[in-house]
Structure formats: C-alpha cells, structure tokens
C-alpha cells in the first residue's frame, strides 16, 4: 500500500469509527497528546528543532523519503484522532511525505522520528540527552498500547458492522 493510499484508508476509518474510537479513548489519546507536547517542549527547550531546521536548509535532514513508508494505517489514524488533518500531498521534494516547510506535519510519528539522534543532536544535548529518551519513551510507549487497543476495536466494530449489513 502506498502511502497516499495508507492516509485515505486511514481517514475513512476515521470517518466511520472516529467519533466511537475518540469516547472509547478519550482519557489515553489525551495522555499521548499530553507526552507528545510534553517532548516537544523539551526538544525546544534544548534547542534541537534550530539544529534540525540548519541541517534541513543545508539539505543533510533525516527525514528520508523510505521513513513515510514505515507510517501504517494506524499511526495516521491516531493523528486524525488526535486533531492532525494528515496530509495527502507532498509538500517538500527529498524528503519523507510527511515533512512540511515548517517540520513534520504529524503528532504521532515513527519510533525513528522521535528516537534518532544524529552526532550534532547528541553533543547539544549532552547529559540532557538521558531526559529527553525518558520523555520520549513515555510517548512511544503510550502511542503503541493505544494503537495495540485500536486495532482491537476496530475488528470488533468492523464485524459488528460486517454482521448488520
């Protein structure tokens, strides 16, 4: 499945089951909203988002195009619930789908996104760096279970509706 391919699927099982799926889990999607913030506010507190934009200008970013292939149907669906309007086009050539002129334009990214961290990234973040890989692994933590959880629901809600059609 392409990746264009994965988004549609992804947004049509919003469509049918996104309403149910945000009430099932409301209190854990706004926890991983929760720790994904939180990461994000510790990334910029280190200044690590200056340092990735510098090396994205100087075209050396690892937002490779194969990473957007690594994105499944259920890690677009958990940025639909979580508000993110996931893109279907390109924006940026040379880079993963996903990556838009200001960054990624996902909250729920790959274990990759959000857990390498070039030789630049390691010396700015020095002994920090220990902080930031807790933070992180509360968000991939958290994204896994509920993705896990999801696709437990939606098999029983696609055979109930499979069963009333």
Same mark, same amino acid.
């Given at each position: 499945?392409?990746?264009?391919?994965?988004?549609?699927?992804?947004?049509? #099982? +919003?469509?049918?089951? $996104?309403?149910?799926?945000?009430?099932?889990?409301?209190?854990?999607?706004?926890?991983?909203?929760?720790?994904? /913030?939180?990461?994000?506010?510790?990334?910029?507190?280190?200044?690590?988002?200056?340092?990735?934009?510098? &090396?994205?200008?100087?075209?050396? &970013?690892?937002?490779?195009?194969?990473?957007? /292939?690594?994105?499944?149907? +259920?890690? #677009? %669906?958990?940025?639909? =619930?979580?508000?993110?309007?996931?893109?279907?086009?390109?924006?940026?050539?040379? =880079?993963?789908?996903?990556?838009?002129?200001?960054? &990624?334009?996902? !909250?729920?990214?790959?274990? @990759? &996104?959000?857990?390498? #961290?070039?030789?630049?990234? /390691? !010396? =700015?973040? $020095?002994?920090? /760096?220990?902080?930031?890989?807790? @933070?992180?692994?509360?968000?991939?933590? %958290?994204?896994?279970?509920? !993705?896990?959880? @999801?696709?437990?629901?939606? !098999?029983?809600?696609?055979? @109930?509706?499979?069963?009333?059609?």
């Amino acid at each position: 499945m392409t990746v264009v391919e994965k988004v549609r699927k992804a947004k049509q #099982l +919003y469509e049918n089951y $996104g309403e149910i799926l945000k009430r099932k889990f409301e209190k854990e999607l706004k926890e991983l909203d929760k720790s994904i /913030e939180e990461t994000q506010k510790f990334m910029k507190k280190t200044k690590l988002p200056e340092l990735c934009k510098k &090396c994205a200008e100087e075209g050396k &970013c690892c937002c490779r195009p194969w990473v957007a /292939e690594e994105f499944d149907v +259920y890690d #677009l %669906l958990l940025n639909y =619930l979580l508000g993110v309007d996931v893109p279907e086009e390109r924006e940026v050539d040379g =880079l993963c789908f996903f990556v838009g002129k200001n960054g &990624c334009r996902l !909250k729920v990214r790959q274990v @990759i &996104c959000v857990d390498f #961290l070039c030789p630049k990234a /390691e !010396k =700015l973040l $020095g002994e920090k /760096e220990i902080k930031l890989r807790e @933070i992180e692994g509360r968000e991939l933590e %958290l994204a896994f279970k509920i !993705k896990e959880e @999801i696709k437990k629901e939606l !098999k029983n809600l696609e055979t @109930i509706s499979h069963i009333q059609n």
